[in-house]
């Protein structure tokens, strides 16, 4: 089953927040989060494997709320190259299933 | 690590005839997956290889539709015959077993298929 990601796009500015929500109907054990830039392969940004943990990448953090299902990948203060489709990767074991993805443009 | 690589980048072919798609995925990583991309469909996996032995193919579309593993350092993706519906970016990932870590992906392969 496919997890759901919302929104589908954002547009911001340079320095603006944003917050890309990823929620399945099926138990979650883990959280993959990847971005892809227009004509380039997705690039791991990180991994949650417990209930409530938060990691961090830079300006990039995401949380896992085991209980409800989902994960949130927050992008704090944007920056113009962190445009471009952000996916997330639930799945048992090593086997993952993308959401949608959600565009993100970030401009000056 | 030169990382996960794949041949060719492009293809073009005709329909009806057949497609092979090859990958190197990342030394030391036990798992290797294959996905589809499409504006439609988003990522869909293919197939699921882990230490050279098919796991998953729930995902391969049709019979049209192989994949194989003969060994560590090696895999193909073969359709046969293709169809213009078979257009798409094919990628090739890699993980280290649990693969929590997560993937790596190689750079693609774009078939478009006329």
Redesign the interface.
Known sequence: Q?PVQSPQAVILREGEDAVINCSSSKALY?V?W?RQKHG?????L??L?KGGEQKGHDKISASFNEKKQQSSLYLTASQLSYSGTY?C?TGA?????????TRLMVKP | DAGVIQSPRHEVTEMGQEVTLRCKPISGHNSLFWYRQTMMRGLELLIYFNNNVPIDDSGMPEDRFSAKMPNASFSTLKIQPSEPRDSAVYFCASSPVGGNRGYTFGSGTRLTVV
């Open positions: 496919q883990s993959h990847y380039e392969a997705p690039v791991f990180m991994i494997l996916f990767g074991g090593n086997m993952l299933t993308f959401g949608g993805g």
